[in-house]
């Protein structure tokens, strides 16, 4: 065991950004009396002490394994290609935040046997940093300027600077480093410009700019004083046209009311039909009680001469019907009951 050694300074921690190169290094020395075959190995000691060691990479019998941890698959190769040189140093590619964590080389060649243990931190770098103003800009406010990184491994430190007109900050500022917060009491115009915030780590730095404007007071009474004129003006609008539909649809309605009204004015016509059954049945009470004696100055009225639907007779009227041997005219057609008519003969008898 004494034959064997490492060489490597010892580096118990050592500090990466997310993306770079790290070499952990393991450097050995053999000696003759190393007679057993070559065997490095890097290991990924878990957090948690009930789970076993994950295999990264290994060398053994002239072969280099680098198939055993999926998640640096690529990304993971020892610096020399051939370890039995006395360099089993191992180098990880484009760092991620999930690297972090303890890694130990183990070396042996029988009887020799000795490891070394690295931790690994992987840092993430201040990114998205944004820059913004809180509150007011009017002269006498209190304004605050607010700077803070989407993405950062902590601790992230915040530093705020002037970068126009006067380089320094005003006076009555307060700058919280942790929080990235400057607050800037009783502005004035004067503290107008541009301010520049630069957040940083352990790793690297991040900036962003944000312009400020004091400005005077507006004046909200006038502000309100036009709001409240606008709104009267609006309502008066909005009332003028509720009035004007409201009298189109009362003169619509009123048009047709006295439409309606007219129409129920006006008398339905007279059939032609129901004048001339009228006509016809008045002459048949009429004769129905006239003897042979009294037929006599009854002339035939023509049936050419029945009354129209627009002719109208007075009440009590009997028109007067001449004697005649024809028959009367078939007034089936027009919906009446035919009426025989009586007929004298020469000697005075009735046909």
């Known amino acids: 065991t004494r034959s064997l050694s490492i060489t490597s300074v010892e580096q118990p921690m050592v500090e990466k950004a997310q993306g770079d190169k790290v070499t952990l290094p393991c450097t050995f020395v053999l000696s003759e009396e190393d007679e057993g075959p070559l065997d490095i190995e890097w290991v990924l000691i878990p957090a948690d002490n009930q789970k076993k060691e994950q295999i990264i990479i290994m060398y053994a019998v002239d072969r280099i394994y680098n198939h055993y941890y999926a998640a640096m698959t690529g990304r993971m190769q020892f610096t020399n290609p051939d370890p039995r040189s006395g360099d089993g140093s191992l180098d990880i590619l484009n760092l991620k935040a999930a690297d972090t964590g303890t890694y130990q080389c183990k070396v042996k060649k029988a009887p020799g046997v000795q490891s070394q243990k690295i931790q690994l931190t992987v840092l993430v770098k201040p990114a998205r940093t944004k820059c913004s103003v809180e509150g007011s800009q009017e002269i006498g406010k209190d304004v605050t300027l607010k700077c803070a990184s989407q993405e950062g491994s902590p601790l992230l430190s915040y530093d705020w600077r002037r970068v126009s007109g006067r380089q320094e900050l005003p006076a009555t500022s307060t700058l919280n480093k942790n929080t990235g917060e400057l607050l800037l009491k009783n502005a004035s115009q004067d503290y107008s410009g541009t301010y520049h915030c630069v957040a940083s780590n352990r790793v690297g730095t991040d900036e962003c700019s944000v312009e400020l404007n004091v400005t005077p007071p507006i004046n909200t009474a006038g502000i309100i004083a036009g709001a409240i004129i606008g709104t009267l003006l609006g309502l008066s609008v909005l009332a003028f046209l509720v009035f004007c539909c409201c009298k189109k649809h009362r003169e619509k ?50 049936y050419s001469q029945v009354p129209s639907e627009d002719f109208e007779r007075p009440a009590g009227q009997n028109p007067t019907f001449a004697p005649s041997k024809v028959a009367a005219p078939n007034l089936s057609r027009m919906g009446a009951v035919p009426v025989m008519i009586p007929a004298q003969s020469k000697d005075g008898s009735i046909v």
């Open 253 to 302: 309605k009123y048009e047709k009311e006295v439409h309606h009204d007219i129409r129920e004015d006006v008398p339905p016509p007279k059939s032609r039909s129901s004048t001339a059954r009228s006509y016809i049945g008045s002459n048949r009470s009429s004769l129905g009680s006239m003897s042979p004696s009294n037929m006599e100055g009854y002339t035939k009225t023509p």
